[in-house]
């Protein structure tokens, strides 16, 4: 099956730096990618489509200035949570769809947890 | 209005026994897709089943199944003989798909314990 990889899988940091956290397609290629925050024992909150080569699509509520989203090429996705607080710890996922698949699956990433101190 | 409803935070089931979790949706468009995950303890989220809006048949995948009820919205999943590892985090999801997009959205989940 296809394989989506996350870095890191974990980090922290201090209030008021920034963080980036990558999404590969290790074995396909997607033109759209999906960033997910999921809080402790919450559901998945979509944050926004990654499109190659465009600019992404924020869900309502999402700063788009705070959450960077860069879509540089077909395997690779790119969130960077700039001037982190502690309210942005929270475990983000990634998914990505392969090209031209007629296939339903969206294949997740590992997950990216991220604690804010 | 909620789009996904999963009603049950927790459940639990015996080993070997059978269990149902609930998942109702709200949409207007015609066309649709219903997904169950189970994501484990490490956090990764890993597809079990797909429903399409128009497929005929129930879907099923090995031990799970979906069992669609459209007129009710409903999409629970069955998962015959439960094994212990079959504890986790279940979340059904929709993909509307009238737009051409794959966003999935997501129900709040139920938490599934399965014991010896």
């Known amino acids: 099956g296809a394989v989506v990889s996350q870095h890191p899988s974990w980090v922290i940091c201090k209030s008021g730096t920034s963080v980036k956290i990558e999404c590969r397609s290790l074995?396909?290629?997607?033109?759209?990618m999906f960033w997910y925050r999921q809080f402790p024992k919450q559901s998945l909150m979509l944050m926004a489509t990654s499109n190659e080569g465009s600019k992404a699509t924020y869900e309502q509520g999402v700063e788009k200035d705070k959450f960077l989203i860069n879509h540089a090429s077909l395997t690779l996705s790119t969130l960077t949570v700039t001037s982190a607080h502690p309210e942005d710890s929270s475990f983000y996922i990634c998914?990505?769809?392969?090209?031209?698949?007629?296939?339903?699956?969206?294949?997740f990433g590992p997950g990216t947890r991220l604690t804010v101190l | 209005a909620q789009k996904i409803t999963q009603t049950q935070p927790g459940m639990f089931v015996q080993e070997k026994e059978a269990v149902t979790l609930d998942c109702t949706y709200d949409t207007s468009d015609p066309s649709y897709g219903l997904f169950w995950y189970k994501q484990p303890s490490s956090g990764e989220m890993i597809f079990l089943i797909y429903q399409g809006s128009y497929d005929q048949q129930n879907a099923t995948e090995g031990r799970y199944s979906l069992n669609f009820q459209k007129a009710r919205k409903s999409a629970n999943l069955v998962i015959s003989a439960s094994q212990l590892g079959d504890s986790a985090m279940y979340f059904c999801a929709m993909r509307e798909e009238s737009y051409n997009t794959d966003k999935l959205i997501f129900g709040t989940g139920t938490r599934l314990q399965v014991f010896p």
């Open positions: 074995d396909f290629q997607a033109t759209t």
């Open positions: 998914s990505a769809r392969p090209m031209g698949l007629a296939d339903n699956e969206q294949f």
